[in-house]
């Protein structure tokens, strides 16, 4: 397997230090488990109050990216690289160090919110754990966990806290799971996929929730998503990811106005659209491959259409092209438009 280098790309670059920052990041699954890699030199940065998008089909290694930021690897995994929250390496943390993290400076929400909470517990005791666990007295962490479901559109949040997660929708749930995960007001907040499990119309009352939230306190939100149109309305910035590498990021704008990866352009083109006159979606051909599947050349070689002999044999590294970056061997040449 080789490893791209890959430049710490971004389309405006962020002033402040960046509250995350994953630089050249390789995970590979032991040898009992096939030894097959998941991550190949992936790098991104999130700034302070920065909305960050992540995006892929299922299976490109969004999801493995961003646990990593917890210190969440799959058992016996090894890694390369580093992954820096607040400037210190979580993957050299200790059980103690990574607690801390978890608990004051990162968070998470995932897709599920029922595989989230322990159901056996109340509300108000999933709420108030990491409050407690920093050492928040418990009257002063129940209040702020009262604050915390009033501002994410919960109707008597008091009494939500004494009830069980199997007496909320799946939307109430996602809003007690984003409460719980902005309770120690992080730096950062991983969001995996949050609105995939909910309807459409709470998933739109998730995502302003969640930007609202994450606006007025400055945190900086790394965005995991398939979503393309979804990540072009609340994200800043943007990678697009592929067999566990980043094939192409940049500002929003940039990125969907002129799209210098084939895969991005497919991903656009396969989105349905409401426009008059709006083209029908166009499906991506072949199949998602992982890095371990990944033939010597470009991953996405087999399923391009602008695809040259040097893409089979040469990978592609990923290199700056307009306001972005893109690995590409045709990114100059504007294919795509």
């Not at 096939?34 to 969004?62: F, H, I, N, Q």
């Not at 702020?144 to 749930?173: Q, T």
């Not at 306190?217 to 398939?226: M, P, S």
């Not at 609340?234 to 067999?243: E, L, N, T």
């Amino acid at each position: 397997m080789t490893t791209h280098p890959q430049t710490i790309p971004s389309g405006a670059a962020p002033a402040a230090a960046p509250v995350l920052q994953i630089d050249r990041l390789t995970l590979r699954l032991p040898a009992g488990r096939a030894a097959r890699p998941l991550l190949d030199g992936v790098s991104l940065t999130v700034a302070p109050g920065e909305t960050v998008g992540l995006v892929g089909e299922s299976g490109s290694g969004k999801s493995v990216a961003c646990r990593t930021v917890l210190g969440l690897l799959p058992r016996g995994a090894t890694t390369e690289g580093q992954v820096r929250v607040g400037g210190q390496d979580v993957l050299g943390m200790d059980r103690n160090t990574l607690a801390d993290l978890r608990a004051r400076r990162a968070a998470m929400v995932f897709q599920d919110p029922r595989a989230s909470v322990n159901p056996l517990r109340r509300i108000g005791d999933f709420v108030t754990e990491g409050l407690r666990a920093a050492g928040t007295p418990a009257a002063k962490a129940t209040e702020r966990a009262a604050e915390l479901l009033a501002a994410v559109g919960i109707r008597d949040p008091r009494g939500a806290l004494r009830r069980r997660p199997h007496e909320f929708s799946g939307g109430m749930l996602q809003r007690v799971v984003i409460a719980a995960a902005l309770a120690a007001d992080p730096a950062l907040l991983v969001a995996d996929e949050p609105t995939t499990a909910l309807d459409v119309t709470t998933q739109a009352e998730i995502i302003a929730i969640l930007t609202r939230l994450q606006a007025e306190r400055g945190t900086g939100l790394l965005f995991v998503t398939h979503d393309l149109e979804l990540a072009a309305a609340i994200c800043d910035r943007v990678y697009v990811m592929y067999a566990g590498r980043i094939v192409e990021t940049g500002s929003t704008h940039a990125l969907f106005d002129r799209p210098r990866h084939p895969y991005t352009a497919g991903l656009l083109s396969c989105t349905p659209r409401l426009d008059p006159g709006a083209p029908p979606p166009r499906p991506i051909p072949g199949r998602p491959v992982s890095v371990a599947e990944a033939p010597p050349g470009c991953a996405f070689a087999a399923r391009c259409a602008h695809a040259l002999p040097r893409c089979t044999a040469e990978a592609p590294a990923l290199l700056p092209y307009g306001e972005g970056h893109a690995a590409c061997h045709r990114a100059d040449e504007g294919i795509l438009l």
